[in-house]
């Protein structure tokens, strides 16, 4: 189970922004590459040894990327959901919005969509100047 996370969370993450770099080097097209992660790899969870790793390595590969790709005019960085109610979530724990929500400042799980937004931003040119970073939504 720890190679399987780790080989589709932090490899996939790797080898998927190296393919990205690749074409946006070829075709002189200055980008952004945006990983996804989680804030279980800031806090850490019970049960979630593997996943909470891979994740905590894409905030370190975001960063040592930002620094091989910038000269590339490449910006990467990550942003890290909170709980979200998505049906794997609600499928493997039924009280999972009531759980997880009272341990967020704002009392509840996130919808999907208020994901979009953090995506957007950080693809958007609104964050131009931002490369190397991990935020936490």
């Known amino acids: 189970a720890w190679d399987r996370v780790l080989d589709t969370n932090l490899k996939g993450t790797f080898f998927c922004s190296l393919e990205a770099a690749r074409w946006m080097r070829e075709t002189k097209t200055a980008g952004r590459i945006v990983n996804v992660s989680t804030n279980c790899a800031q806090l850490g969870v019970k049960n979630l040894v593997a996943y909470a790793t891979s994740k905590a390595g894409i905030h370190g590969l975001t960063k040592q990327l930002a620094i091989e790709f910038a000269p590339h005019g490449i910006r990467v960085n990550t942003f890290a959901p909170g709980p979200v109610s998505v049906m794997r979530n609600l499928r493997d724990d039924p009280d999972y919005e009531k759980s997880w929500g009272g ?34 939504v």
Do not use: K, N
């Open 103 to 136: 341990v967020i400042p704002l009392r509840r799980t996130a919808a999907v969509e208020e994901m979009i937004g953090p995506a957007l931003f950080l693809a958007s040119d609104e964050s131009r100047y931002i490369t190397g970073g991990e935020f936490i």
